[in-house]
């Protein structure tokens, strides 16, 4: 193969080759064997921001120095005689890596050394916009998440006139951007009041977050709520995580369970309450939020207080507006509008026709309810299931072998080896009482809320009862 030669003099081929030096997309950089500047090339000035005055004939050593270049690459090839790589930021803020080749004579000693500069500024760039892109779609999961824990629509059942006074100031707050405290028994819906002053807030459209302070493990509690950077703490995600006050911001956060939050995260969250801030774990930085929180507890609080194991400061920057939501034992009428919302919703999912006998009523209403809604809500999905016909009788009612059954004022209970049957004798003596009292069926049977034709199909199994002899303690008692 023939050979070309492109430059016809020795001059000729030097110009050529400083015009592709200097029109080298990356920047290039040579020095002597003494880290002298020989040559800089016009992208090393346009990635670097210094201009060939300012560092020609110039030794690196200064340069380092004066601040001009963050490290120098050929100073250390040179002291280390190799190939060395390296990291370089400058003062125009770019970033770049660079290469610094030592030039070598015959006998071996560095006469030069040929810096290679890469402008990784943009490729740092990319991969910020990398991460932040992974941190929407880390933020898009978890509201996701949160998204299919929150009930858009829950309804309340209110019937009682301590429940509705409890929604009165739930209504008068809702609109109003202020601390909620709602206090009460575990079980009385403390969380259904939450979502309730959320949904009728000026907030409802944002997020609303619910954390269960009593429920994530201590050691976590900072990183859930203020999230962290990344590489914060072994184990970490690399990418970092978005605390659960930052994904509420500008929206509502439920704080369930206040009480359990330890001292130590307490003046955490008081800061975040008063300065409308947080600092994720790992970060400097504090991030600005715009959060609206209701907060929630069954235990006291004062009395915590007093134990010095709930902070003064912090209870009194929560009970801005508090809420006592009173017990169901203190909202009887409440108790059989709840039962028989429950028990249309199961009757629905079961695809069952199932209804509350009126002895089975009485129970309900009459029992103390220590575990409040949650209670009564599982003892009727557990009475749907054991029940055998449409109507659900006492017997499959889970409490009755757990209290003892109310009687007539003035009666003395005494054993009793068949509670049903008991309860029967009960039924029967108020509906005898009430025939007497009104002397109609129709306005007897209205007195204890039930229709005619229940009345008198009763009336009518209870003289059968009677009839076989098994009811003569009660026939002997009226």
């Known amino acids: 193969m023939k050979k070309i030669n492109l430059f016809r003099t020795k001059e000729e081929t030097l110009e050529r080759l400083e015009a592709i030096i200097e029109h080298s997309f990356d920047g290039i950089y040579i020095t002597d064997g003494h880290a002298n500047t020989v040559m800089i090339n016009r992208a090393y000035g346009q990635i670097s921001g210094l201009k060939k005055e300012e560092v020609m004939g110039r030794n690196m050593k200064d340069l380092e120095k004066e601040g001009l270049i963050s490290i120098s690459g050929s100073l250390r090839a040179i002291r280390e005689n190799r190939v060395v790589t390296l990291p370089q930021e400058f003062k125009t803020g770019k970033k770049a890596i660079i290469t610094s080749s030592p030039i070598y004579d015959e006998h071996g000693n560095i006469v030069m050394v040929v810096t290679n500069v890469r402008d990784l500024t943009e490729i740092h760039y990319l991969k910020e916009q990398v991460e932040e892109q992974q941190q929407q779609e880390e933020r898009l999961r978890r509201n996701l998440e949160h998204m299919q824990d929150r009930l858009l629509k829950k309804d309340i059942i209110a019937q009682d006139e301590n429940t509705l006074n409890a929604i009165f100031k739930a209504d008068k707050v809702a609109p109003l951007d202020v601390t909620v405290m709602l206090q009460g028994e575990t079980g009385?819906?403390?969380?259904?009041?939450?979502?309730?002053?959320?949904?009728?807030?000026?907030?409802?459209?944002?997020?609303?977050?619910?954390?269960?302070?009593?429920?994530?493990?201590?050691?976590?509690?900072?990183?859930?709520?203020?999230?962290?950077?990344?590489?914060?703490?072994?184990?970490?995600?690399?990418?970092?995580?978005?605390?659960?006050?930052?994904?509420?911001?500008?929206?509502?956060?439920?704080?369930?369970?206040?009480?359990?939050?330890?001292?130590?995260?307490?003046?955490?969250?008081?800061?975040?309450?008063?300065?409308?801030?947080?600092?994720?774990?790992?970060?400097s930085k504090p991030i600005k939020i715009n959060v609206r929180i209701i907060a929630a507890t069954n235990r006291n609080l004062e009395e915590m207080m007093?134990?010095?194991?709930?902070?003064?400061?912090?209870?009194?920057?929560?009970?801005?507006?508090?809420?006592?939501?009173?017990?169901?034992?203190?909202?009887?009428?409440?108790?059989?509008?709840?039962?028989?919302?429950?028990?249309?919703?199961?009757?629905?999912?079961?695809?069952?026709?199932?209804?509350?006998?009126?002895?089975?009523?009485?129970?309900?209403?009459?029992?103390?309810?220590?575990?409040?809604?949650?209670?009564?809500?599982?003892?009727?999905?557990?009475?749907?299931?054991?029940?055998?016909?449409?109507?659900?009788?006492?017997?499959?009612?889970?409490?009755?072998?757990?209290?003892?059954?109310?009687?007539?004022?003035?009666?003395?209970?005494?054993?009793?080896?068949?509670?049903?049957?008991?309860?029967?004798?009960?039924?029967?003596?108020?509906?005898?009482?009430?025939?007497?009292?009104?002397?109609?069926?129709?306005?007897?049977?209205?007195?204890?809320?039930?229709?005619?034709?229940?009345?008198?199909?009763?009336?009518?199994?209870?003289?059968a009862y009677l009839k076989e002899g098994e009811g003569q303690g009660w026939t002997q008692q009226n």
């Not at 902070?311 to 009173?326: E, K, N, Q, S, T």
């Not at 509008?337 to 009459?366: G, H, M, T, V």
């Open 306 to 463: 007093r134990q010095e194991t709930f902070r003064a400061d912090l209870y009194y920057r929560l009970m801005v507006f508090p809420i006592y939501i009173p017990p169901l034992r203190e909202r009887k009428n409440d108790i059989m509008a709840l039962a028989e919302s429950f028990l249309d919703k199961l009757n629905k999912k079961y695809n069952f026709q199932k209804k509350f006998s009126d002895s089975s009523k009485y129970i309900l209403n009459e029992y103390a309810w220590p575990g409040n809604i949650r209670e009564l809500k599982n003892i009727v999905e557990r009475a749907i299931i054991i029940s055998n016909g449409d109507e659900i009788e006492p017997d499959a009612i889970p409490i009755v072998s757990q209290r003892e059954a109310a009687q007539p004022e003035g009666k003395m209970l005494k054993p009793v080896n068949n509670l049903a049957q008991t309860l029967l004798e009960i039924e029967a003596e108020y509906m005898n009482q009430a025939y007497e009292k009104c002397g109609n069926v129709r306005d007897a049977a209205k007195s204890l809320g039930m229709n005619p034709s229940t009345f008198v199909r009763k009336r009518k199994k209870y003289e």
């Open 188 to 283: 009385v819906g403390k969380e259904v009041f939450a979502t309730y002053i959320f949904q009728n807030s000026s907030r409802k459209d944002e997020n609303f977050i619910k954390v269960n302070c009593g429920a994530i493990p201590e050691n976590l509690l900072e990183s859930e709520l203020f999230g962290y950077e990344k590489g914060a703490f072994t184990g970490a995600n690399r990418m970092g995580k978005i605390g659960l006050f930052e994904l509420a911001d500008k929206g509502t956060i439920f704080l369930d369970e206040i009480g359990e939050l330890p001292l130590a995260m307490q003046v955490k969250l008081l800061r975040a309450i008063q300065e409308q801030e947080i600092t994720r774990i790992g970060g």
